[in-house]
């Protein structure tokens, strides 16, 4: 089951990301997901995108993917070591995105959108995390199903 983002926004202008605390008459309350965290209020006029509402374009039928997927993606893959240097370059971006998302659209998909996603998913998993029961629980789940497929087979 991927990560719950619907509760984790990026606000234009500002770096990092942010947890919706609670709504205001005049914006929302929002919290940065940092080691000293600071609650302000985002109004109007700040152009606010949960995380939970963005997709990556991909070449397949689906067209889209959830970015909590791709996240689930990630931290399956790679956990809290994702593959790039110090200092990466768009290259070293690009073949972390085709290692992670094979089926990306290389055509509206841009770097800068490869390097908030490394960026992102590094302050998603330091300070929000990703589940190994969920994971887990996943797994048991699918392996459940293809058994019950495989008896419904058996029977006709």
């Known amino acids: 089951m991927p990560i719950d983002l619907k509760q984790v926004a990026a606000v234009s202008g500002m770096n990092g990301l942010y947890r919706v605390v609670k709504p205001t008459r005049s914006g929302v ?10 609650r302000i209020v985002a109004q109007a006029r700040h152009r606010m995108s949960l995380l939970d509402e963005i997709s990556i374009y991909t070449t397949d039928e689906e067209a889209t993917v959830p970015l909590a997927e791709v996240f ?9 070591d994702l593959p790039l240097s110090d200092k990466p370059s768009n290259e070293d971006y690009k073949a972390f ?11 509206r ?4 959108d490869m390097k908030k996603l490394a960026a992102w998913y590094q302050i998603v998993n330091k300070h929000i995390g990703f589940s190994e029961d969920a994971a887990a629980k996943e797994d048991s789940e699918a392996e459940e199903e293809k058994t019950s497929e495989k008896k419904e087979k058996a029977k006709k």
Do not use: C, H, T
Request: aromatic share 8%.
């Open 72 to 80: 689930d993606r990630i931290n399956k893959k790679y956990g809290n």
């Open 29 to 38: 309350i929002i919290e940065n997901l940092s080691d000293n965290p600071q």
């Open 97 to 107: 995105m085709a290692d992670v998302l094979p089926e990306y659209d290389e055509e």
């Open 109 to 112: 998909v841009y770097v800068s």
